[in-house]
């Protein structure tokens, strides 16, 4: 079974950071805008296939949501466009 890959939003000094191991860290001013990209990259990355572990922190870096994103590479247009529909 292969490694989930695992995308990070934690606070830093000035902003925000996302880490991936695909894209190294990118930094933000607005969580907001940290997380939206954190979700991007790990729809991105399940629909080549991999299955990714989000985990996003708060100011004083607790963990405060976790999300899993399954891999579609493997299934038909059709199967993913319907799962979309289910979630």
Known sequence: MAKD???T???VAG???VECEM?????FLSGARAEE???SLAACLAELGSDVRLSVHDRQGGLIATRRYFGDA???KAARERRLELA
């Open 9 to 11: 939003v934690r606070p």
């Open 74 to 76: 493997g299934l038909p």
């Open 15 to 17: 902003g925000w950071c």
């Open 37 to 39: 990209k954190a979700r």
């Open 23 to 27: 894209t190294g860290e990118l930094m």
């Open 5 to 7: 890959r695992q995308i």
